[in-house]
């Protein structure tokens, strides 16, 4: 048969298959739908590939496209599983495209949903309460990309004077939901609310110093803190466990709280946190001494739970009062729970001889400025670890005798 003209394509109604030639052929359906196909042999089957509907497709489109799928079965590439590769990745372009147009506010969301499952429902709403206080309306409609330093700045300098320490958590917030939005590919480039050696020059660093010192907490003085432990250590009960734990660590109560066992190595005597579980979003690692050790192995493991300390709330975790109720039920209603890193603190420097970047490396401080941390990036893990140990043998001591500065100097000593 003779090739098709365009004037018998427009004019044929019959339902039929008609030959243009090399394979190339117009189907007529018996509805009058007309369509182009392409027949082929590939690796001794044969195959057949749709090339698009007339009149959309016209005679003189259907036998370039014919051609070229020809060409790619002389260089050895099948046309369908070409064309298929195409679809996808065009489909993958589309949605890269269209998730780089996701809002800030949508991002927040995703992020909240994704972490906080291992919150407490207070710090749940407070989390998101804070960014619908002092950043959606700011920020919100922006997507990750479009979202410079001048628009976290227009977040932070309103509040940044009279609410430091709430706007310090909400940069903080920013910072992570950014990151988890570069991680997913949609932004490039430095994180435009990180605070060491970009918002710090820019915020008064002086305020967030004074933020910092305005939170204090009511401590247990450091003598009375080996008696407590006594008294704790003769009660198995989960709530005093984890309270010791978070003394001999000096950790922050929510960290001991929401504490998993696939964090702790207790060969290695470390306890990795993430850096979603830490008050600056950077991991760390905490060195454990060998009491810590035998206190985590006689704590008992609950199947179908990756907790510590299981509960039965919609957390899965140990009530968040559960330790202040144990230390108000043994008669300590005049100290809180952060009190004991005061009381770590308050001990270290008084009756050690270690090194102040230390002693405030212990308890997650990292207060080196920008050019002393950008050559020194140590965090003390070895250092920290001897400390951790003489806290621990401290607080477990059942001596009355109170190590000083000089005596534990002294101590040093070669004799």
Known sequence: MGKLNPKQVENLTEPGTYEDGDGLRLIVKSTGRKSWLLRFQLDGRRREMGLGAYPEISLKNAR?????KRRQLIDGVDPLAARD????????????SEAKQLKFETLAKDYWAAHGGTWSEQWRKGWIRKLELYAFSHIGKLSAEQIGTEHVLKVLQPIWATKTRTADEVRGQIEQILDAAKSRGLRDGENPARWRGHLSNLLSRAEKKKARKRQHFAAMPWQDVPALMTRLKANNEPASLAAQLLILTSARA???????????????????????????????????????????????????????FPGQGKSGVMHVNGIRTLLHDMGH??????????????????????????CEMALAHDERDQTEGAYSRSDFLDKRRLLMRDWASF?????????????????????
């Open 254 to 308: 929510h960290m001991v709280r929401l504490a998993r066992w696939d964090e702790f190595d207790l060969d290695a005597g470390t306890w990795s946190l993430p850096d979603e579980r830490m008050k600056m979003r950077i991991a760390f690692v905490i060195p454990l001494a060998d009491s810590v050790v035998d206190l985590l192995q006689a704590i008992p493991r609950f199947d179908g739970s990756p907790f510590l």
């Open 64 to 68: 370039l496209e014919a051609s070229s």
């Open 395 to 415: 607080i477990s001591s059942t001596k009355t005798v109170i190590p000083t500065l000089k005596t534990s100097i002294q101590a040093q000593k070669p004799a």
């Open 333 to 358: 209603e005049d100290i809180t729970r952060h009190g004991f890193r005061s009381s770590f603190r308050d001990w270290a420097g008084e009756c050690t001889h270690y090194p102040r970047e230390v």
């Open 85 to 96: 590769l195409e679809r996808a990745t065009q489909r993958e372009a589309q949605r890269a």
